[in-house]
């Protein structure tokens, strides 16, 4: 639910955005928008990781979502530069690069940015 709706944030955003801005522009921005939401969500919801140290999830966060962000950004731009212009297009390269970078966001913060919590309540 919470990436879904991150994600739901990011493709708004970018689209907001890209009225204003370039396409990768546009992109960077609805990742940090969907981002902030994402680890304030996690970290209090998903994962009931509130009780842990937050300077400590965040750094471990910024590490595994700089690996998401950069597959979610890479595999977006490089879609976008073979796809053709349009509102079309565009929207399907953001979904492509939010797809290609689920995987790390959900499994780095289950069993790595706020881990120790799951296993500290058995």
């Known amino acids: 639910m919470v990436g879904g709706t991150g994600a739901l944030i990011e493709l708004i955003s ?3 955005f890209h009225i204003f801005f370039n396409f990768a ?3 960077l921005f609805g990742l940090i928008l969907a981002l902030s ?8 919801i998903t994962f009931s990781a509130s009780s842990g140290k937050k300077k400590k999830q965040i750094l471990k966060y910024i590490i595994v ?14 879609f ?5 212009d349009g509102f079309f297009y565009s929207n399907l ?3 492509l690069g ?4 689920l995987p790390i966001n ?11 919590v799951h296993y500290n309540k058995t």
């Open 93 to 95: 390269s953001v979904i």
């Open 25 to 27: 522009l546009s992109k």
């Open 37 to 44: 939401f994402n680890f304030s969500v996690n970290r209090n």
């Open 14 to 16: 970018f689209n907001v």
């Open 106 to 116: 959900f499994f780095g913060s289950l069993y790595w940015v706020f881990n120790e």
């Open 65 to 78: 979502y700089s690996l998401s962000i950069s597959l979610n950004y890479l595999v977006s731009v490089s």
């Open 80 to 84: 976008n530069n073979f796809l053709n």
């Open 98 to 101: 939010i797809l290609a970078g």
